[in-house]
């Protein structure tokens, strides 16, 4: 027991490390809250320490620590093929620790870092035996995966950063999370960019909810990974509503040579949900259909979804929607800078078969948190009467913490820019429905 409590010099050190920064983009942790809370208090204890944990200087157990950190830090628990490599590097934890053993006979370090791993490779499901990753990460450059070449290239220059992950989201009616975080309504109806850089295109089509409305969603999307060499050629994909394919327009399912494809398709729910997975640009796409209407989620690295030309600056991921067709100031509320009053009395009239109440009600079941998805499923019932967009609502936010890098951010409270809450002629949620609601039926 005290063994495995002294883990604080070695493998948990080097585990937390690793992980850290790796556990901010997931919901599933790589061990569970309590463990890795309690592999960073080791780790700061081990730093603090560090003159205790003194070695013979034939014991080469920093050396092997050192080597793993080396190996896992460009890894990130939300990209393809984690697993493997993480198991890779314990097992060649592993050999080195053996190959030192006689040298740190005794040694606090080391056999804390013994135990450290067999607890790792167990969490892991890692098994003993298996391919060893290399001590010279250059070595094991792939160059189809995006985070095994953008953590050497950091490596190289000195900058231990995990590259920098941006989000963008459109569901519902529609509503549009950019990749500056800013949430806005919009009306778009037709064919619209989301995405159009130097390695991806997204394109989205809107069409009316209801006659007599300027609300609308998302029935068809088509998304183009570029080619790119050594790692797959172009690939188009194309779902339309009650047409949600697990597979490219050319029947593919897969881009790239060899087993570990470097662009791949994974239905998670037939003719309901597909997830694209392209290792080669760390990108990740979620697709889904929820009643008629089709909802988006992607991940994609900084530095590629800002590689675009100046004439591919229409990109509503990029810039949100053009102020003409905006129906909300770009936080979920309508502003009084629109013209627009709420009415004097009651709410706007809601769509036949939900009140504000009744409204609130159903969405609450399903988002206690009464942030702005839960006020964009609100507003979507008054407005068309269809239960589905209360799934597309949940859906979108379950899509926000799956791939969202940063969990601080994943709710977004309508308020203003010093974080008061904002004022003017549309205060509460409930105005605020109101006034949208009278905006969109204008």
Not at 355 to 371: G, R, Y
Not at 385 to 398: C, I, K, M, Q, R
Request: with cysteine.
């Amino acid at each position: 027991m005290g063994l495995r409590a002294a883990s604080s010099c070695a493998a948990a050190a080097a585990a937390s490390s690793a992980t850290a920064g790796a556990e901010q983009r997931r919901r599933p942790w790589l061990c569970p809250p309590p463990l890795a809370l309690l592999l960073l208090l080791l780790l700061s204890l081990g730093l603090l320490h560090a003159g205790d944990c003194q070695q013979p200087a034939q014991c080469r157990i920093q050396k092997c620590t050192t080597d793993f950190v080396s190996l896992t830090s460009h890894l990130n628990s939300a990209i393809d093929g984690f697993d493997s490599e993480f198991c890779k590097a314990l097992r060649a934890y592993a050999g080195c620790t053996q190959r030192t053993s006689k040298a740190c006979r005794g040694n606090l370090v080391y056999h804390s870092a013994v135990l450290g791993i067999s607890d790792l490779m167990s969490q892991r499901n890692c098994s003993k035996d298996g391919p060893t990753s290399s001590t010279n990460p250059e070595v094991t450059h792939d160059p189809c995966n995006y985070h095994s070449h953008a953590g050497a290239r950091e490596h190289r220059v000195g900058d231990q950063n995990l590259p920098s992950y941006l989000f963008c989201g459109l569901f519902g009616d529609p509503h549009l999370r950019t990749f500056k975080d800013h949430f806005q309504t919009c009306k778009v109806e037709g064919a619209w960019p989301l995405i159009d850089n130097n390695y991806l295109s997204v394109q989205v089509t809107n069409v009316p909810v209801v006659p007599g409305s300027s609300a609308t969603a998302t029935n068809k999307i088509t998304i183009i990974f570029k080619a790119h060499p050594e790692c797959t050629d172009q690939k188009v994909y194309q779902a339309v509503t009650d047409d949600l394919p697990a597979a490219f327009v050319d029947g593919s399912t897969s881009g790239g040579d060899g087993d570990a494809k470097s662009l791949r398709i994974v239905e998670r729910e037939s003719g309901r949900y597909v997830e694209m997975h392209a290792r080669y640009i760390g990108t990740t796409v979620f697709v889904r259909q929820l009643g008629r209407y089709l909802t988006l989620a992607i991940r994609m690295p900084e530095d590629l979804a800002m590689s675009y030309e100046e004439s591919q600056d229409l990109q509503l991921c990029v810039n949100g929607c053009p102020l003409s067709e905006r129906i909300d100031d770009g936080q979920g509320q309508v502003s009084a800078i629109l013209g627009h009053s709420p009415p004097r009395s009651s709410p706007a009239p809601a769509w036949p078969g939900y009140t504000l109440e009744s409204a609130n009600a159903q969405c609450h079941e399903k988002m206690p948190v009464k942030d702005i998805y839960f006020q964009s499923c609100v507003f979507d019932l008054l407005t068309t009467g269809d239960a589905n967009f209360t799934a597309a609502a949940h859906s979108a936010l379950e899509d926000v913490e799956a791939l969202h890098p940063r969990k601080e951010r994943w709710h977004i409270f309508p308020s203003s820019g010093r974080g008061a809450p904002r004022g003017g002629s549309c205060v509460s949620v409930s105005l605020g429905l109101a006034c949208l609601i009278l905006i969109v039926s204008l």
